[in-house]
């Protein structure tokens, strides 16, 4: 695709975004449901196909574009970009190593958005330290039998099928953790939602228990020995887009409080007027500038193939730091006013806060980033 036909993508996702994205965005943060007939509209511009090879009915486009389009979601709705950022990628994953008949039975719903996607890794007991995982895949005559449960997965309440993680050998050894394309309608199979005041329902987190699932051979993804270093490669994109999400929702929190400072007057003035309540803006586009620059730097090694750990783990890093920092601010600059789930504050808020955990926990991130460097300058 050209970038003129890129840009006439992200005009559709922008239209797409006010039409069905902003009349909803208040109500998911306060516990409706998103309507399913949300994902096929998005299935219409493609944007679970973005990555995905022509060939296969996807829009063959690079990680760049990727992005762009999950920031415009992330500006109204960080839950919805989410949501249908790791259906693409569950779309992606079957072309890249599914046999042909496990992708075509899903990859026409997941493109269309007829079907969702998840990809779980987390279980109840192991989240950071994924190696160690107990969720145990034991070979049978033809197939796998898997038990385990999985937990806080984007999608897991309403995905029809999941790629699942799972430990092939022994608990705790990386190398035998393999990962399968599991159908979510297996017998056995029992999923929950996972509710909290901080995540919007549009991201659908929830979870589910394997119990004596039965899969054939060909729904084995990737084997133990590939399947560990596959997650730590392609952690790296989703990494850099949660980066680029935060700085799209400050980027839209500091335009709403410019508007609304610009005309609500206090003490015979206009807010913007008031030295400390301009500074609170200015320090936030000050930083945001260089969070954005380590959003470009991390998307530029992801899209050249290079080794893209240190640049996403500290974009993702600073990016959250820097919203988590800015936006509780640029509410109180809003009064009480900003408190309205009309607004994007609380929502944005409280979004930033779940970035910290998804695809990497801050503080994790942050050692292996201490680790990264120092392992770089002793080179
Ligand atoms: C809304 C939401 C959606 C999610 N979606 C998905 C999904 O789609 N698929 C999926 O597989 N998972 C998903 N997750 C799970 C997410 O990846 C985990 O929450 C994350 O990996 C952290 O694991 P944990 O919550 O178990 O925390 P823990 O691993 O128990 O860590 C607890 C705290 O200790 C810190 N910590 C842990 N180890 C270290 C260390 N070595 N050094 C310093 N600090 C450390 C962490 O930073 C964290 O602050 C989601 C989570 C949320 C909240």
Redesign the pocket.
């Known amino acids: 695709m050209t970038p003129t036909t890129v840009n006439n993508l992200l005009i559709q996702v922008r239209a797409f975004v006010d039409e069905q994205v902003a009349p909803a965005a208040a109500g998911w943060s306060m516990g409706a449901e998103p309507d399913p007939a949300l994902f096929s509209k998005a299935g219409a511009l493609n944007l679970m196909g973005i990555e995905v090879p022509t060939e296969f009915g996807g829009l063959g486009l690079d990680f760049a574009a990727k992005i762009q389009v999950c920031e415009i979601i992330a500006a109204m709705d960080f839950g919805i970009a989410m949501a249908l950022v790791?259906s693409h990628n569950v779309a992606a994953r079957l072309c890249r190593t599914a046999p042909p008949n496990v992708r075509d039975k899903y990859l026409p719903g997941l493109i269309s958005g007829t079907l969702r996607g998840?990809?779980?890794?987390?279980e109840p007991g192991a989240?950071?330290?994924f190696a160690s995982i107990t969720t145990q895949a034991s070979k049978i005559d033809g197939g796998w039998r898997l038990n385990g449960e999985k937990a806080?997965?984007?999608n897991a309440r309403h995905a029809q099928v999941s790629v699942v993680f799972a430990q092939c050998g022994e608990i705790g050894d990386m190398s035998g953790i393999s990962a399968f394309a599991v159908d979510l309608s297996t017998p056995g199979i029992e999923r929950y939602a996972i509710d909290s005041p901080f995540?919007q329902t549009s991201?659908g987190?929830g979870g589910f228990t394997l119990g004596k699932v039965e899969i054939a051979d060909e729904c084995q993804l990737v084997k133990p020995g590939r399947a560990f270093k596959t997650v730590l490669t392609e952690i790296n994109g989703a990494r850099a887009y949660v980066a680029a999400m935060c700085n799209a929702m400050l980027r839209a929190a500091i335009t709403e409080a410019e508007i609304y400072g610009a005309h609500r007057m206090t003490f015979g003035k206009t807010l913007n007027n008031h030295p400390s309540w301009q500074q609170a803006l200015d320090d936030a586009r000050a930083d945001l500038a260089i969070a954005e620059g380590l959003v470009v730097r991390a998307v530029n090694d992801v899209d050249k193939g290079a080794d893209a750990q240190l640049s996403a783990a500290e974009a993702k890093v600073q990016c959250i730091l820097t919203c988590q920092h800015h936006m509780p601010r640029l509410l109180h600059n809003m009064g009480a006013e900003g408190l309205r789930p009309a607004h994007c504050f609380t929502r944005h808020l409280a979004a930033a806060q779940?970035a910290g955990?998804?695809?990497?926990?801050?503080?994790?991130l942050r050692?292996r980033v201490a680790m990264l460097k120092q392992t770089a300058s002793a080179e």
């Open positions: 790791n998840c990809t779980a890794l987390t989240g950071s330290d806080w997965i984007i995540q991201i987190t779940v955990f998804t695809d990497g926990a801050t503080n994790m050692d």
